[in-house]
């Protein structure tokens, strides 16, 4: 079974940047596609981009496009996500997981998360 684990979340003034990374253990998860979700405090968890096993094609929730980015390298397990231009409404915690059905439906295990606050 692959273990995900988010990293690279803190604390960020409102037009700033993270990087946030998705480490796989466990099993090389380089055969599935990937997402990145956020749940914000009292709100459900939430699409926010997607990536395919071999990094080809991907897909953004319009919250978030324009501002960013999803990669993977294959060859270190890991799978990034760029933010820039952040907004208060981006804090969140974020996970990923690998999907089930492309480009939103995660297998469903989730890991700790990473927390995302950005202050205005």
């Known amino acids: 079974q692959v273990q995900l684990v988010e990293s690279g979340g803190g604390l960020v003034q409102a037009g700033g940047s993270l990087r946030l990374s998705c480490a796989a253990s466990?099993?090389?998860?380089?055969?599935?596609?990937v997402g990145w979700f956020r749940q914000a405090p009292e709100k459900e968890r939430e699409f926010v981009a997607a990536?395919?096993?071999?990094?080809?094609?991907?897909r953004y929730a319009d919250s978030v496009k324009g501002r960013f980015t999803i990669s993977r390298n294959n060859a270190k397990n890991t799978v990034y996500l760029q933010m820039n231009s952040l907004k208060p409404e981006d804090t969140a915690v974020y996970y990923c997981s690998a999907l089930r059905q492309w480009p939103n439906q995660a297998i469903g295990s989730w890991g700790q998360g990473t927390q995302v606050t950005v202050s205005s």
């Open positions: 466990g099993r090389t998860f380089s055969g599935y596609a």
């Open positions: 990536i395919s096993w071999d990094g080809g094609h991907t």
